[in-house]
């Protein structure tokens, strides 16, 4: 059985050559005693709950002390892996949460991650944070003529629910997709508002921040090993440094969550994906792509690509290739090697895909894969943990963290401090987890079936 916790050494990414001294920061030489809260992971979730936890309260107090202890250094799994792609769900899951779970809740959870965009992009600015965040539109191309046809389809049927998020959404099925897109060989082409950014450098920013102002005892490098007792009496939090005492305990370890709460183990499965760094040689400019990208090769093999200010492109994907041999990728969470059946898919692809690159050069000059957390239901699971008093869970982002962990942690802190129920927190009903959930994921046969993705793997079983 997969031990379920983050391993050693991962592959360097792209995104970690910013990394300073604070990558192994730990506020405090000797591990704290005790804290009334615990956060457990320090990416995009943790630093999230830490943040709106330390600036939120309505009281106007910032929530008491709080420790967050992170296996690895400073945002070194999923969040300083991915594609810092930050695209909302307009029409590609949605369809199917409107046939699983009523319009209702599917357009809360599409407007939920289409609100991330601008609050994002206000918070950034707000706070000065050299991120590279880029407002930009997120181009979807489709080259296979069924594909193509499909996708006409659904954007057809979702017009006729009549939601004013889908005026943003541009969509061409036909010959011109080819020149509107820069992708050759494309049939339909569709784009709307979304963000890239470097999302270590905004995670390492907040942490900084927090840590300098006393508002929170950063531990890196100091693995989880269980959790004990209950809200009564206390929880002990035992790492390989010894024993944190805590009165709330927030999971934010997303693959790894079922490494300490075993009753996540059918609901979230640590599953990785591989992506890549593009460059070009000096002396050869090849078109700027101003926009991000989802690109379905004419085999249906997807890609998540976002432009670099510097001309260099992040890409990765490829699932299809890889999604059959399931010992590479599917309860794994080995992040020291590629994954074998895709490996060399990026040697010649901007060349291969996009028009006016055939003679750039383009090579991959880094490769590397991330785990990322499988929600059986491809919903993430937000909330109080069932049944565990003072615990709570944030974690299950699929390859779809970036449009709906901001809010959902601001969500959870909420929860927390001053304690609003759920329906009060800005979760959408989607996300919150729940017994029923686990319950379904534990209960079904189902198998995860063909990733179709949005731009990185998510699995598509439904029950
Ligand atoms: C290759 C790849 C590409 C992706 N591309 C995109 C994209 O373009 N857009 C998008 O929206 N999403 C993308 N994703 C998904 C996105 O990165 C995640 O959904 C998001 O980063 C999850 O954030 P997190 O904080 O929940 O998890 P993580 O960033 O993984 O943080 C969890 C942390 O918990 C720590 N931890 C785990 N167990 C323990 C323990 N027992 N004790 C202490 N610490 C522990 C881990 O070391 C880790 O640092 C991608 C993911 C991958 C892997």
């Given at each position: 059985?997969?031990?379920?916790?983050?391993?050693?050494?991962?592959?360097?990414?792209?995104?970690?050559?910013?990394?300073?001294?604070?990558?192994?920061?730990?506020?405090?030489?000797?591990?704290?005693?005790?804290?009334?809260?615990?956060?457990?992971?320090?990416?995009?979730?943790?630093?999230?709950?830490?943040?709106?936890?330390?600036?939120?309260?309505?009281?106007?107090?910032?929530?008491?002390?709080?420790?967050?202890?992170?296996?690895?250094?400073?945002?070194?799994?999923?969040?300083?892996?991915?594609?810092?792609?930050?695209?909302?769900?307009?029409?590609?899951?949605?369809?199917?949460?409107?046939?699983?779970?009523?319009?209702?809740?599917?357009?809360?959870?599409?407007?939920?991650?289409?609100?991330?965009?601008?609050?994002?992009?206000?918070?950034?600015?707000?706070?000065?944070?050299?991120?590279?965040?880029?407002?930009?539109?997120?181009?979807?191309?489709?080259?296979?003529?069924?594909?193509?046809?499909?996708?006409?389809?659904?954007?057809?049927?979702?017009?006729?629910?009549?939601?004013?998020?889908?005026?943003?959404?541009?969509?061409?099925?036909?010959?011109?997709?080819?020149?509107?897109?820069?992708?050759?060989?494309?049939?339909?082409?569709?784009?709307?508002?979304?963000?890239?950014?470097?999302?270590?450098?905004?995670?390492?920013?907040?942490?900084?921040?927090?840590?300098?102002?006393?508002l929170l005892n950063l531990q890196t490098f100091t693995p989880v090993d269980t959790v004990t007792g209950s809200e009564a009496s206390g929880f002990v939090v035992q790492t390989a440094r010894g024993p944190v005492r805590a009165k709330t305990i927030i999971y934010a370890n997303?693959?790894?969550v079922a490494g300490l709460l075993p009753e996540y183990r059918n609901a979230v499965i640590p599953c990785k994906g591989i992506c890549t760094h593009i460059k070009v040689p000096d002396g050869k400019t090849p078109p700027h792509l101003p926009n991000s990208y989802i690109e379905?090769?004419?085999?249906?093999?997807?890609?998540?690509?976002?432009?670099?200010?510097?001309?260099?492109?992040?890409?990765?994907?490829?699932?299809?290739?890889?999604?059959?041999?399931?010992?590479?990728?599917?309860?794994?969470?080995?992040?020291?090697?590629?994954?074998?059946?895709?490996?060399?898919?990026?040697?010649?692809?901007?060349?291969?895909?996009?028009?006016?690159?055939?003679?750039?050069?383009?090579?991959?000059?880094?490769?590397?894969t991330g785990v990322m957390g499988y929600s059986f239901d491809s919903n993430a699971h937000i909330g109080a943990v069932p049944g565990k008093p003072g615990q709570y869970i944030l974690a299950g982002f699929n390859g779809h963290g970036m449009p709906l962990i901001w809010l959902?942690?601001?969500?959870?802190?909420?929860?927390?401090?001053?304690?609003?129920?759920?329906?009060?927190?800005?979760?959408?009903?989607?996300?919150?987890?729940?017994?029923?959930?686990?319950?379904?994921?534990?209960?079904?046969?189902?198998?995860?079936?063909?990733?179709?993705?949005?731009?990185?793997?998510?699995?598509?079983?439904?029950?």
């Amino acid at each position: 059985m997969t031990k379920i916790h983050p391993v050693l050494d991962p592959l360097p990414a792209f995104w970690s050559r910013d990394k300073d001294d604070f990558h192994e920061h730990r506020t405090t030489a000797e591990l704290p005693a005790e804290a009334d809260i615990v956060v457990i992971g320090a990416g995009y979730a943790g630093t999230s709950v830490a943040w709106h936890l330390a600036h939120d309260a309505e009281d106007g107090t910032p929530a008491r002390s709080i420790v967050m202890l992170e296996a690895r250094g400073v945002c070194e799994g999923a969040t300083g892996r991915n594609g810092g792609h930050m695209r909302p769900d307009y029409y590609g899951h949605i369809p199917h949460y409107i046939e699983r779970d009523g319009l209702e809740a599917a357009v809360e959870l599409a407007e939920f991650e289409i609100s991330h965009v601008q609050a994002l992009k206000k918070f950034i600015a707000k706070e000065k944070i050299d991120c590279d965040f880029v407002l930009a539109r997120s181009v979807d191309v489709w080259s296979n003529d069924e594909a193509a046809a499909k996708a006409k389809a659904t954007y057809d049927a979702m017009l006729q629910h009549d939601l004013d998020y889908m005026d943003d959404v541009y969509f061409h099925h036909g010959p011109d997709a080819e020149a509107i897109s820069g992708v050759k060989g494309a049939k339909a082409v569709a784009s709307f508002t979304a963000g890239m950014m470097w999302p270590s450098k905004f995670i390492t920013h907040l942490l900084k921040s927090l840590t300098s102002q006393g508002l929170l005892n950063l531990q890196t490098f100091t693995p989880v090993d269980t959790v004990t007792g209950s809200e009564a009496s206390g929880f002990v939090v035992q790492t390989a440094r010894g024993p944190v005492r805590a009165k709330t305990i927030i999971y934010a370890n997303n693959a790894y969550v079922a490494g300490l709460l075993p009753e996540y183990r059918n609901a979230v499965i640590p599953c990785k994906g591989i992506c890549t760094h593009i460059k070009v040689p000096d002396g050869k400019t090849p078109p700027h792509l101003p926009n991000s990208y989802i690109e379905r090769s004419e085999e249906n093999v997807l890609s998540y690509l976002i432009p670099r200010p510097d001309g260099s492109i992040v890409v990765g994907g490829s699932s299809r290739l890889f999604s059959p041999f399931r010992e590479q990728w599917y309860d794994n969470v080995d992040d020291t090697t590629l994954i074998e059946a895709s490996k060399t898919y990026y040697d010649g692809y901007m060349q291969r895909t996009f028009a006016g690159w055939e003679e750039s050069g383009a090579y991959v000059d880094k490769a590397w894969t991330g785990v990322m957390g499988y929600s059986f239901d491809s919903n993430a699971h937000i909330g109080a943990v069932p049944g565990k008093p003072g615990q709570y869970i944030l974690a299950g982002f699929n390859g779809h963290g970036m449009p709906l962990i901001w809010l959902g942690g601001k969500g959870l802190a909420k929860m927390i401090n001053p304690g609003s129920p759920i329906s009060e927190s800005g979760i959408p009903y989607l996300l919150r987890t729940s017994q029923r959930r686990l319950d379904r994921a534990n209960d079904s046969a189902a198998e995860f079936g063909d990733i179709i993705g949005d731009g990185s793997l998510r699995p598509t079983s439904r029950s």
